[in-house]
């Protein structure tokens, strides 16, 4: 933060600047972790001291680096998909070979998303700190939680945001929901890793409280959770949510070795129906609740026919699936009944 800035917060905003009061590093030091023997740590947990110490204000680094680990790993993430659509070879493990997205549309995506991003994201993200402050959860502290700690709290994390996205997710496929809010996310009917949060700011706002909001809960109950496993776990959810979006289904993607994992295969049959395919990581919630029909209906026609048969049936099946999702996408744009849901109902193949 400039000098300028602080000055400005000092003298108006005194009880706010108080927060991002600069220290020295000896401060820091002593403030952060005076009688902590950093030497005895490992490398990444005195490589996340110093980097505190270096920053001198606990708020403003973990907000930045909140943010930055946000950005790296959604870009980093996205953009290696894109270098993988323009490669003719790996065309044969697309779901939709038969659709193509164009720079413009890439473009389009891009602008959108670092606007989301900094103008939505970035200031829930840089008061990250202070939240985590208030709910107990360990954000400069060293040393971290152990592996196996950190897998359970991750395991807990996936759950509660696959259970949470299935319903915020279902409801936004509700009329004036999806009218207002959900669109623009259903405007790639076969859909691109970059686009994973390519939505309007309520949507990411709605279902980013998935992804936050079982840490939190989590500090409810229990006082051991560190940041860092907070940030493992976003790392993992984007790249979940990436991928999910990526439109390319390999044999060594993570669904051929966990039945219960979606993955692109599933996902992306909710972009190409419309309805059906709620859920994120996992798939029982669908399952569960039937909203797998028409994906289980298409998959099987398409297993059950000849080989001779297999292409001619598979693109009939394609196209009344993407007929019946036109139909209740337009349903749920203009607002009326029950949108997505009513699409749900009637959309089982005959």
Same mark, same amino acid.
């Given at each position: 933060?400039? %000098? ?5 917060? %000092?003298?108006?905003?005194? !009880? *706010? ?5 600069? =220290?020295?590093?000896?401060?820091? #030091? ?6 902590? $023997?950093?030497?005895? /740590? ?12 270096? =920053?001198?204000?606990? *708020? ?16 980093? #993430? ?5 270098? *993988? ?10 779901? +939709? ?27 829930? !993200? ?27 709290? !991750? ?12 319903? $915020? ?38 279902? $980013? ?12 109950? #229990? ?8 940030? !493992?776990? *976003? ?36 972009? +190409? &129906? ?22 289980? &209906? ?47 109902? #009637?959309?089982? /193949?005959?």
């Amino acid at each position: 933060m400039s %000098s300028v800035t602080y000055d400005f917060m %000092s003298k108006y905003v005194p !009880i *706010v600047a108080d927060h991002f009061a600069p =220290m020295n590093a000896t401060t820091a #030091r002593n403030t952060m972790y005076g009688g902590i $023997a950093l030497d005895n /740590l490992n490398w990444l947990e005195r490589l996340w001291a110093s980097y505190y110490i270096w =920053m001198g204000n606990p *708020v403003l680094a973990t907000g930045l680096m909140s943010f930055m680990v946000h950005e790296v790993i959604y870009f980093g #993430r996205a953009i290696p998909w894109l270098i *993988v659509d323009a490669i003719p070879y790996f065309r044969k493990w697309k779901l +939709q070979p038969g659709k193509t997205v164009s720079n413009e549309q890439i473009l389009k995506c891009a602008k959108i998303v670092l606007l989301t991003h900094f103008t939505c994201e970035f200031p829930l !993200i840089y008061a990250f700190h202070p939240v985590c402050a208030y709910f107990g959860m360990a954000t400069y502290e060293v040393p971290f939680s152990s592996p196996l700690l950190m897998a359970a709290q !991750i395991a807990f994390f996936f759950v509660f945001e696959d259970t949470f996205h299935y319903w $915020a997710h279902r409801g936004l496929h509700w009329g004036p929901f999806y009218k207002h809010i959900h669109k623009l996310h259903h405007e790639f009917s076969a859909p691109i890793g970059l686009a994973a949060e390519y939505a309007h700011p309520l949507e990411v706002l709605i279902l $980013a409280q998935g992804t936050i909001s079982g840490p939190f809960l989590y500090c409810l109950f #229990r006082k051991d959770l560190h940041i860092f496993t907070v940030y !493992i776990w *976003v790392t993992l959810r984007l790249f979940q949510a990436v991928d999910a979006h990526s439109g390319y289904d390999f044999p060594w993607s993570l669904r051929h070795w966990l039945p219960f994992w979606a993955g692109a295969d599933h996902h992306d049959f909710h972009h +190409q &129906a419309f309805t059906n395919c709620y859920s994120t990581s996992f798939r029982w919630w669908d399952y569960m609740l039937g909203t797998d029909n028409k994906y289980h &209906a298409f998959r099987n026609r398409v297993k059950n026919a000849s080989a001779k048969d297999k292409a001619a049936v598979e693109k009939r099946e394609i196209d009344r699936i993407e007929a019946e999702g036109i139909r209740a996408e337009r349903l749920a744009a203009a607002g009326g009944g029950q949108g997505g849901m009513e699409g749900v109902k #009637r959309g089982k /193949l005959e």
